[in-house]
């Protein structure tokens, strides 16, 4: 079974940068599925974030986090990253990187749509 792996996550001051990494053990690969970004901010849902699709096209960002955000697949690498810039105390929150088989270049982040997620990762901004 597939299982991502989140990493990367930290205690950051305001405006500043984190890069998650999500990847999955020797044996798997995520290059053939569409990887979503979700986050869950402390006394609140999980929300979507970001999505790169399968063959890295049509990457989606979230209105609250487009611009400063960023999704790159390394296919060489087995990985995904979320780049995080211009960190604002709005974007605490466990990060989860989670999978679907898809072959299409676009993506979507409806969570019930996922199937394989990871543990998530903390992200902590603050003065």
């Known amino acids: 079974q597939l299982q991502p792996v989140e990493s990367g996550g930290g205690l950051v001051q305001i405006g500043g940068s984190l890069r998650l990494s999500c990847t999955t053990p020797p044996g798997f690969t995520l290059n053939y599925y569409e990887i979503g970004w979700f986050r869950r901010a402390p006394g609140k849902e999980r929300e979507g974030v970001s999505c790169?699709?399968?063959?890295?096209?049509?990457?989606f960002y979230g209105d609250s986090v487009k611009g400063r955000f960023t999704v790159i697949r390394d296919k060489a690498k087995n990985m995904v990253y979320l780049q995080m810039n211009s960190l604002k105390p709005e974007d605490t929150g466990n990060y989860y990187c989670?999978?679907?088989?898809?072959?299409?270049?676009?993506?979507?982040?409806?969570?019930?749509?996922?199937?394989?997620w990871g543990q998530g990762t903390l992200v902590v901004v603050s003065s």
């Open positions: 790169i699709g399968s063959n890295g096209g049509a990457p």
């Open positions: 989670a999978a679907r088989y898809n072959e299409d270049y676009v993506c979507i982040t409806n969570q019930n749509l996922y199937d394989y």
